[in-house]
C-alpha cells in the first residue's frame, strides 16, 4: 500500500510497540477523560435553553435548533476528519479537536444574539468530530480483539460526562444565577486535557493498527469487502441516521418539554437528562455483548425497545419519578447499545486500513441528522403536540432501521473469521 504522507512508517513503528497492560489501561482512562468533558459541553446547553431563551427571546424552535445544532459541525467534519487521520497521527488529530472545541465553548459564553451562538455551537462540533474519530479509532484499533467493549468504555466516559454536565451545569447556573458559568468552567477543562493528552499519552497507544503488535501471525482480511462504501456499511450507515435524528429529537426538547408542559422544576428537568448519562453508562456491557452475540440481533431489539421507550417519555408518566426512569432507560438504549454497537459495526465493516474512514462516515451519519433533529421535534410538536412528534420521531422512524439492519451481512465483518495466513 502506498504511503499517504511524510512520517507514516515511522508511526507504524511507534504503533507496533506493545504497551504494558497497565499503560495501556492509564492511556484509556486518560483519554475517556477527556470525552467525559466532551460530553459535558454538548449535554449541557439544552438544560440551559429555557433560561438563555428567556434573555434572547428566542422561539421554542430557535432554542431547539441551538442545542442540536453543534451536531451540524460534528456530522459535516466527520468524512473530511476520517480523511485526516490518513495523514496526520490520531494523537495529533485529537488534541486539535480538543482545542477547537473548548475554545468555541469558551465564546459562547459571550454570545451577543442568535446567530453568533449558532456559529460557535457549530463550530465546537467541528472540534468534537475531531477528537471522537481520532478516539474511537485509536481505541478500537489498540483493543482490536474487544473492539465493541472497548468503544463501550469510551461510551461509559460519554455517559459520565453527560450525567455530571447537565446535573453540575443547572446547579452552577443556579447558584451563580448566570447561565454562562458552566461553559467558563468545562471550556477550561478542555484545555487543561489537551496539555495532559500532549504530555502524557504515546503514539505508541494512539497510532497502533489493527492486528499489530501480540500477535504471532496477521490475519486475512478477503471476507471484508475491499471498497469503503459497500453494502454492509451503506446499511448500518442507515441505521446511525435514523438513531441519531431519534435520539436528539429527545435530547434536544426533553429538559424544556419538563419544565415548561411538566412543570418540573430546573433541578429536577437537570436531574432526569443527566440520567440519560448514567443509562450511556451500560455502554461496556453492550459491547461486550456486542462482541459475543450476533451484533445484527443485539442492535434490532435494541431499536425496538427504543420505539417504546421514546413514545412513553412524551405519552406516559407525567411527575419526575418515572420520567426519570425513562430517561435512563433511553440513554441505555439510544446511547449505551446503539451507539456502541452501530460504531464498531461500521468499523468492523472495513478492512482495517479504513477504519479511519469508517469512522468519519459513522460520524457523519449520525449527527448531520442530529443537527435538524431539535427543529424537526420542535415542528411536530407545533403540529402534533408533545406526543405526536415523539409517535413518529421517537417510536415510528427507529423501524426504519430495524428494516436496514435486515439486510446486514454480519459474515462479510472483519471479525467474523479468524484466518491466519501463513
Known sequence: MSETRAGRPQEQRQGAVRLTKSVALISLVVLAGSYVVNAMDRQV????VPHIREEYGFS???????????????????????YLLDRLSRKAVMLIGIVIYSAFTLLTAVSAGFFDMFAYRALSGVGEAMQNAALFSAVGAYFFANRALALGSLNFAYGLGSFFGPLFGAGMATST????????????????????????IRKSFTERRDGAPGEDTPRSYDHVP??????????????????????????????????????????????????FGIGALVGLPAGWLGDRLNQRTVMIVSL???????????????????????????????????FVNIYSSMQRAVRPVMIGRASGLYVASFYVPAAIAG?????????????????WQLAVLPLAGVVALLFVDVSKFSNARRVEVH
Do not use: C, K
Open 60 to 82: 421554542l424552535g430557535q432554542g431547539g435548533l441551538l442545542a442540536t445544532i453543534f451536531t451540524l459541525g460534528i456530522g459535516l467534519a466527520g468524512v473530511p476528519t476520517g
Open 304 to 338: 425496538l425497545a427504543g420505539s417504546v421507550v421514546g413514545y412513553l417519555l412524551f405519552n406516559g408518566p407525567t411527575t419526575a419519578g418515572p420520567q426519570i426512569f425513562l430517561s435512563f432507560a433511553e440513554g441505555a438504549i439510544a446511547s449505551g447499545f446503539l
Open 45 to 48: 446547553f439544552p438544560v440551559l
Open 375 to 391: 427543529y424537526l421535534f420542535s415542528a411536530l410538536v407545533e403540529s402534533t403536540g408533545w406526543g405526536g412528534a415523539a409517535l
Open 226 to 275: 475491499a471498497a469503503l462504501l459497500n453494502r454492509n456499511i451503506v446499511l448500518l450507515a442507515v441505521t446511525a441516521v435514523v438513531v441519531g435524528l431519534a435520539m436528539y429529537g429527545y435530547l434536544g426538547l426533553y429538559p424544556t418539554y419538563l419544565q415548561e408542559e411538566l412543570g418540573l422544576s430546573t433541578g429536577d428537568a437537570g436531574l432526569a437528562v443527566s440520567m
Open 177 to 200: 444565577g448566570d447561565w454562562r458559568t458552566p461553559f467558563w468552567v468545562y471550556g477550561a477543562i478542555g484545555f487543561g486535557f489537551a496539555l495532559l493528552i500532549l504530555l502524557g
